[in-house]
């Protein structure tokens, strides 16, 4: 068993060290060329690093928000949420800093900068969900996803759009003081938004712990199948409904519960070992309750 806890280990931590890794490239090498305003603090840092053409500004103004926040992680969300995500933040740090400077696509208007603002969304995005996976985060508006997720039972990748009003307000002022021309303004607003539904939408699709569906299990044997739904995960429970099949006339249970899409594969294989006949099917669904238990994130 303690083997099998240091291997874990070893896989989280190799997994988070990969997060910041991928997070920093999407930086370094797309998002920061293309020149638009990330989220949060990070959008204040960039649109400063912009403004003064300064490249080491940006990491330094990271580093220091990041730092924040990760204090605010540690009280608000839970000491290894917040020891994760500082474990990201220093490998952000350093990869920004010691990657060798290389350019895969002009980041001109009238050239690729679509497509460096498209893939780094994507990068951007599938670093978050490794990170929130594994029971950390890149830092930033996700610590405040995280919090505001488990409060709220909203998606994390959610919290990023209002993390971006204020931070891509400040960008595109400091755009214009810089360049006084508002059709360039409105132009890196239009890449900007672009980048923030390309990464939160690829966020929410890989990361779904907040994501709630229905499961409703169709079986002869409701007392067995019930028993392992709440054997299997400790804080769900089931409702039971009497059925009559329509062609057979045969009388049956529909066993229903809701669980999280991250629950929803370990919860399947239970229910399929304990009535291997049964028919299952199961809906994302709106909605909840607050008082809907979801295990903290860490």
């Given at each position: ?55 080491w500004l940006f990491i330094a ?191 049956f249970k529909m066993v229903r ?18 009535d291997p006949e049964c028919f ?19």
């Amino acid at each position: 068993m303690k083997l099998k806890t240091i291997k874990q280990c070893l896989v989280d931590y190799s997994m988070i060290i990969g997060a910041g890794t991928l997070y920093a490239i999407a930086l370094k090498y797309f998002v920061l060329p293309s020149k638009v305003i990330l989220t949060g603090t990070e959008g204040v840092a960039s649109a400063l690093s912009y403004y003064f053409d300064s490249y080491w500004l940006f990491i330094a103004l990271y580093l220091v928000f990041q730092l924040i926040l990760l204090i605010f992680a540690f009280l608000r969300v839970s000491s290894m949420f917040a020891t994760r995500s500082l474990i990201i933040v220093i490998t952000v740090v350093l990869f920004l800093a010691f990657l060798p400077e290389l350019q895969f696509a002009e980041p001109e208007p009238q050239n690729e900068r679509i497509i460096l603002v498209i893939f780094g969304g994507l990068l951007a995005g599938v670093a978050k969900a490794i990170a929130f996976q594994r029971r950390g985060s890149t830092g930033d508006e996700d610590i405040l996803g995280a919090y505001f997720a488990m409060k709220y039972l909203k998606p994390v990748g959610s919290i990023a759009v209002f993390a971006a009003i204020g931070s891509t307000s400040f960008g595109l002022l400091m755009d214009f003081m810089k360049n006084g021309n508002f059709e360039a303004a409105i132009n890196t607003l239009m890449y900007t938004c672009i980048y923030i539904f390309i990464s939160t939408q690829t966020l929410n699709n890989l990361y779904r712990k907040f994501k709630i569906i229905m499961v409703a299990i169709i079986t002869r044997k409701f007392e067995i199948v019930g028993e392992t739904i709440t054997s299997t995960l400790d804080h769900r429970t089931y409702t039971v409904q009497p059925g009559l099949g329509g062609r057979s006339g045969e009388s049956f249970k529909m066993v229903r519960t809701i669980i999280t899409h991250e629950e929803l594969p370990q919860l399947i294989e239970a229910v399929e070992g304990a009535d291997p006949e049964c028919f299952y099917y199961h809906h994302d669904i709106e909605g909840v309750s607050g008082r809907y238990y979801i295990a903290p994130i860490g």
